[in-house]
């Protein structure tokens, strides 16, 4: 059974709730999820490196912060260069997701930076597959409800009202987030084959 290891960062507890939703989605697809939430620093343990390293799938997530990921984020992406340079992460599979005030806040760039991230290591994206509802004429555009409201396919884009996290993301968002986990739950698995 694979293992998806999800690794982020949560300035205000948004971000965590669609990094839970991609793990629930994993672990609902049979698949080992470890979920790792990177300090302030960016910096995370041992033993979480350990598991990174022995993960199938990372899938990578950070707010969007100023039209970028966080700055705690960037500093873990800066902190995996060991890896880079042993090619440890050549082959898995990567994804991401990112999380901001605003419906755009420019959080593709976010996720071009992910996903550069995962090229420099050698691994393979997986993107979000799932159609935005709001296609269909009986449904309104942007519907909170919606799974892939946003319409991203580059990975998980949800957006959060300036309000607690147990009231945002909205629960089309954490949907599309737990597909997604189970989306690259999959992949892993017939990638291992």
Partial sequence: MPTVSVVYHSGYGHTEVIALAIGKGVKDAGANVHVINVSDEGKITDADWTHLDGSSAIVFGAPTYMGSVSGPFKMFMDSTSKRWFDREWKDKLAGGF??????????????????????????????????????????????????NRIGSFMGVMSQSDNVAPDQAPTSGDIKTAEIYGARIADAAKRWEK
Avoid: R
């Fill in 98 to 147: 990112t999380n901001s005030l605003s419906m755009s806040g420019d959080k593709l760039n976010s996720l071009f930076q992910m996903a550069v991230l995962a090229a420099q290591h050698g691994m393979l994206w997986v993107g979000q597959a799932e159609l935005n509802a709001s296609n269909a004429a009986e449904v309104p555009s942007g519907n909170p409800e919606s799974v």
